[in-house]
């Protein structure tokens, strides 16, 4: 088959199979490119499609940056499973297999500085987010009927005693949840081998319930995962109006170098 290679990930070589069936971008099966000691995990992709200029005006386009996104993490989860994959940028693309091999000789000695820090290692993702809104948590026992019978104030006063109230429960809320956030993200730091503090998702843009006060990344070793995903999971109803959310094993994108954009 003809056209560019699209590059996934970088990785020393390995023996074990890959998912049968597995289909990347453009629906062309991944292979492997050695290397000078690495391997390079490629597939075609149509020039007219991922040439720089069609890159350009692709990269506008939410819905195929969406499909791309998806192929290529496939890609990498089903490697994530059989060894330590580097992954590369989102659209990294080369002419042809020469350029590949040019790629991985010129940034070998950090490709294999990162392997190195990587191997046997994962990443795992905690979300830390204020799922109720501040007067409703304050006060529980009301339902969302009731909240809407509730009486009105009748005067002035009364209106700014119940604005000092829910200013109150906002500032009482957020204060539990940032002490809450600030010891989980110390007790899971000190279990892995390396953290990374990202910014909050705005919630338009995610999607998700509630404010995020913690955005992290844990790099952790294969053989401790499950005790990690252990000590997260104690957490979770430590704190009434505050909700813990744990997603990987991942690639371990945030510390690799290479890690462009989300994925949750």
């Excluded at 429960?169 to 000190?190: I, K, M, P």
């Excluded at 990202?198 to 843009?205: C, D, E, S, W």
């Excluded at 744990?246 to 170098?257: D, E, R």
Aim: charged fraction near 30%; hydrophobic fraction near 40%; aromatic fraction near 6%.
């Amino acid at each position: 088959m003809t056209g560019l290679r699209y590059v996934y990930a970088v990785c020393r070589p390995f023996d074990a199979a890959l998912q049968a069936q597995l289909t990347g971008v453009s629906g062309d099966p991944p292979r492997l490119l050695p290397h000078g000691g690495l391997v390079a995990v490629v597939s075609h992709v149509p020039e007219a499609e991922f040439s720089e200029g069609a890159l350009r005006d692709h990269l506008e386009d939410l819905d195929w940056l969406t499909a791309t996104a998806r192929a290529h993490q496939q890609v990498v989860d089903a490697l994530t499973a059989v060894t330590t994959p580097l992954p590369l940028r989102l659209a990294t693309v080369f002419r042809d297999d020469s350029g590949v091999r040019v790629m991985l000789q010129e940034r070998e000695a950090d490709f294999r500085r990162t392997l190195d820090r990587l191997e046997g290692r994962v990443e795992w993702g905690v979300k830390v987010y204020v799922e109720a809104e501040p007067a409703e948590q304050a006060r529980p026992e009301r339902s969302a009927a009731s909240a809407q019978s509730a009486p009105k104030p009748v005067s002035g006063r009364d209106y700014l005693r119940q604005r000092r109230r829910q200013t109150r429960a906002t500032e009482d809320l957020w204060s539990r949840a940032e002490e809450f956030a600030t010891g989980l993200h110390a007790r899971l730091s000190g279990r892995a081998d390396d953290a990374r503090l990202h910014a909050p998702q705005n919630p338009r843009l995610s999607g998700a319930a509630g404010r995020n006060v913690l955005n992290a990344a844990y790099l952790v070793a294969r053989d401790a995962s499950e005790e990690f995903v252990e000590m997260v999971d104690r957490t979770k109803d430590d704190a009434p109006g505050i909700r813990v959310e744990l997603t990987g094993p991942w690639a371990a994108y945030s510390f690799a170098g290479e890690a462009e954009g989300d994925r949750s």
